[in-house]
């Protein structure tokens, strides 16, 4: 067996048919049908097959997907437009009207929008547990609970998630789980071996790792990617060729960058930590995070994301000092997304103003003060030497 390294260059290999060592982009929608009636049946009907038309598949999509199902460690993937696509397919192949829904209190914004104002309106119920507490979730659960929807760490407050307790629980009794591991990504965590049945991400970020495409997938089993496919047919979410492509490309670096991104957010956090105007340090990989002992059973690495508060008399201060930090940084740009090569901050209780309640935000552990920090890959010095120069101005 080889080593991931090695599966991230060379995985996939049997889509590429032709004696190019870069695969080519297939960029048409449709396809030469099969002289025979019978083969035109099977490649219009069978599952991601990738020669009939755009919307069912594509090789260069098929090869991508074969290397992230290998990354994950599930049969099968399924690659989708963009994140939000993969987390609506995956969640609307599983459930139905008269469904109930478990989720955390703490999810990415859109994601919220979709279990909060998306599922109700075709009858599926929708409640939330405390993902710091296992009993919260057992408490949650109905006899019409169909579905446990997970994200581990969770966005913005970096909350993790016990996916061994959720994916034991939920096999017991006979609930599908679908885990977004797009904070994580696979180098760090594979929610699949903890017993998670689907594994969602927003490929737009660690996975392409260059801010250049948008791009999501679903992982899991062979009938439940086939599943979630048939559903993607009907949603329209297909991953665009080019997109595809691009996926490929930033994939064969994936280990090399979470690494150094790695290394790069834990001595950043290490040095938030002494820094006299940050009033808390949220990340997974620092021995003062509450769920550290947690995250260290089920990552490998701690990911490059970070939430830091400013602190300050009151939240008016906070607020005030925070937008401060975010108009001097300069190397940090205050630009939405996360995993790129570059270094990003943020102030997510303005991201997320439109979309939560006070009460939510409360919940969600969004503060004023609060800036979501996502390292890069440049050097750490350089990212120590922004922030500090930044703070230096409050």
Not at 43 to 67: D, I, K
Not at 180 to 186: C, I, K, L, M, Q
Not at 318 to 333: D, E, G, P, S, Y
Not at 358 to 376: E, F, H, Y
Request: with cysteine.
């Amino acid at each position: 067996m080889s080593h991931i390294e090695t599966d991230l260059i060379h995985a996939g290999k049997s889509f590429n048919n032709t004696p190019s060592v870069v695969p080519p982009i297939y960029q048409t929608a449709t396809y030469y049908a099969p002289a025979d009636a019978d083969d035109y049946m099977a490649a219009a009907t069978e599952a991601r097959y990738p020669f009939f038309y755009h919307r069912h598949g594509n090789p260069v999509s098929s090869q991508t997907a074969e290397l992230l199902a290998g990354l994950e460690g599930t049969e099968a993937a399924l690659l989708t437009a963009t994140g939000m696509a993969a987390i609506s397919t995956a969640v609307l192949s599983v459930v139905k009207a008269g469904d109930h829904v478990v989720a955390q209190q703490s999810h990415y914004s859109a994601a919220s929008i979709l279990l909060k104002e998306v599922l109700p309106q075709f009858g599926i119920d929708v409640s939330y547990f405390d993902q710091h507490d296992n009993a919260s979730l057992e408490g949650s659960i109905r006899d019409n609970t169909t579905l446990i929807y997970l994200e581990t760490p969770s966005n913005p407050n970096l909350a993790v998630t016990d996916l061994a307790y959720v994916g034991a629980l939920a096999r017991r009794l006979g609930i599908t789980t679908i885990c977004d591991n797009t904070f994580a990504s696979p180098i760090n965590q594979r929610p699949a071996d903890f017993g998670i049945d689907i594994v969602v991400h927003s490929a737009t970020k660690y996975l392409g790792g260059h801010s250049d495409l948008t791009a999501g997938v679903i992982c899991s089993t062979q009938e439940a990617v086939n599943k979630a496919w048939k559903k993607l047919l009907s949603l329209g979410g297909a991953l665009a060729p080019f997109d595809s492509w691009l996926l490929l490309r930033g994939l064969r670096t994936l280990s090399l960058r979470v690494r150094q991104i790695n290394e790069n957010a834990l001595a950043l956090a290490h040095w938030f930590e002494k820094h006299p105007l940050i009033k808390r340090v949220l990340y997974c990989g620092l021995p003062s995070h509450p769920q550290f002992e947690l995250a260290k059973k089920q990552m490998q690495g701690f990911t490059g994301m970070l939430c830091v508060e400013v602190a300050g008399k009151d939240e008016q201060e906070q607020f005030a000092r925070a937008q401060t930090v975010l108009n001097h940084l300069k190397i940090f740009a205050n630009a939405a997304s996360l995993g790129g090569v570059e270094s990003l901050a943020v102030h997510p209780a303005s991201m997320w103003g439109l979309h939560h309640s006070p009460d939510q935000k409360l919940k969600a552990g969004i503060n004023d003060g609060m800036l979501r920090i996502s390292v890069g890959i440049e050097h750490v010095e350089d990212l120590i030497g922004d922030f500090e120069q930044a703070l230096a101005v409050v």
